[in-house]
């Protein structure tokens, strides 16, 4: 497998006061011809981040045509499990309904922060999106006792199935997390059932998170791509015949941090979706998304 980077997409310059900073956590929405919504999450000037998009025209994909002016989701009441910021997870469109899964933060004390993930519907690809709850859909557990990261949602007839990140522990410090890819699955898209299983364990001793899965079911089963650090993230691949075990094989990935630049330091934060025969990869760089997100197109491919 092999990406061919085709660059820096967008980056805010802090015209919006809710988009200071930083374009993170990208999903990719198809809207007519070769346009598309890019979903994001940006901070404020209090670093709490919200949800907004882009579009761009993928005959020239990294000109951005059209910038949100307002958030579609910001930052919850106080008390709430997203008080402290919402940021973009996963999008799912069924018919003209759209599920929007979201990862809300709340600060800690003992720990930085608990994450829970949130569900917001649109009815239709124009109308606004409203929580479902002001409750998370998917929160801390018996099986999930500490902190819940990005999800990736697939429908496939009449189950839903999830990659969602979880920690096995938790410190006062962001390198004493334990976070892998655990799974889950619904009948409806809103109430989850968790076994605590396991879908991506760590590859070795210097790891301490994996996060952020983009799952793809394709003729032959799934692939994966995700982010995963021990000191400094990059983008990682794997493969199942079933989407709940999973081969490692980060070093097919085919691609990597830049020579110099805006993503010269780290890569992370992968969605990969496909368009007229072409597979693209929307991806973030240094900074987890301070320095905005790029796209690169597969050259080699590996089939699912």
Same mark, same amino acid.
């Given at each position: 497998m092999r990406w061919r980077k085709l660059g820096q997409v967008f980056c805010p310059e802090g015209t919006h006061p809710w988009m200071?900073?930083?374009?993170?956590?990208?999903?990719?929405?198809?809207?007519?011809?070769?346009?598309?919504?890019?979903?994001?999450?940006?901070?404020?000037?209090?670093?709490?981040?919200?949800?907004?998009?882009?579009?761009?025209?993928?005959?020239?994909?990294?000109?951005?045509?059209?910038?949100?002016?307002?958030?579609?989701?910001?930052?919850?009441?106080?008390g709430t499990f997203d008080d402290s910021g919402a940021s973009m997870g996963w999008l799912v469109c069924e018919a003209n309904r759209r599920y929007l899964y979201y990862l809300g933060w709340n600060l800690g004390v003992t720990v930085p922060?608990?994450?829970?993930?949130?569900?917001?519907?649109?009815?239709?690809? #124009?109308?606004?999106?409203?929580?479902?709850?002001?409750?998370?859909?998917?929160?801390?557990?018996?099986? #999930?006792?500490?902190?819940?990261?990005?999800?990736?949602?697939?429908?496939?007839?009449?189950?839903?199935?999830?990659?969602?990140?979880?920690?096995?522990?938790?410190?006062?410090?962001?390198?004493? +997390?334990?976070?892998?890819?655990?799974?889950?699955?619904?009948?409806?898209?809103v109430h989850w059932s968790r076994e605590g299983r396991i879908a991506l364990p760590f590859a070795s001793a210097d790891e301490y998170a994996i996060s952020k899965p983009c799952v793809v079911a394709g003729p032959t089963g799934y692939c994966m791509w995700y982010s995963y650090r021990g000191k400094r993230y990059r983008i990682g691949y794997a493969k199942s015949a079933d989407g709940l075990d999973w081969v490692r094989r980060d070093e097919a990935t085919g691609i990597e941090p830049?020579?110099?630049?805006? #993503?010269?330091?780290?890569?992370?934060?992968?969605?990969?979706?496909?368009?007229?025969?072409?597979?693209? +990869?929307?991806?973030?760089?240094?900074g987890y998304g301070r320095t905005g997100f790029g796209v690169a197109i597969l050259e080699v491919d590996e089939q699912c």
């Open positions: 200071q900073t930083h374009a993170a956590n990208t999903i990719a929405e198809y809207r007519e011809g070769d346009q598309f919504r890019i979903y994001f999450s940006c901070r404020d000037n209090q670093n709490r981040s919200s949800i907004g998009w882009v579009e761009v025209d993928l005959r020239r994909p990294t000109q951005v045509v059209r910038v949100a002016e307002e958030p579609l989701i910001s930052p919850g009441r106080i922060w608990r994450n829970s993930i949130g569900l917001a519907i649109s009815e239709s690809p #124009d109308a606004p999106f409203a929580r479902y709850s002001e409750a998370p859909i998917v929160d801390r557990s018996s099986v #999930d006792p500490f902190s819940i990261s990005y999800p990736c949602v697939l429908r496939e007839g009449a189950r839903w199935r999830m990659w969602y990140g979880s920690n096995l522990s938790w410190g006062p410090n962001q390198a004493d +997390m334990a976070h892998v890819i655990k799974y889950a699955e619904s009948w409806d898209g830049s020579e110099n630049g805006w #993503d010269s330091e780290m890569i992370e934060y992968p969605f990969v979706f496909s368009h007229r025969g072409n597979i693209y +990869m929307l991806y973030n760089g240094n």
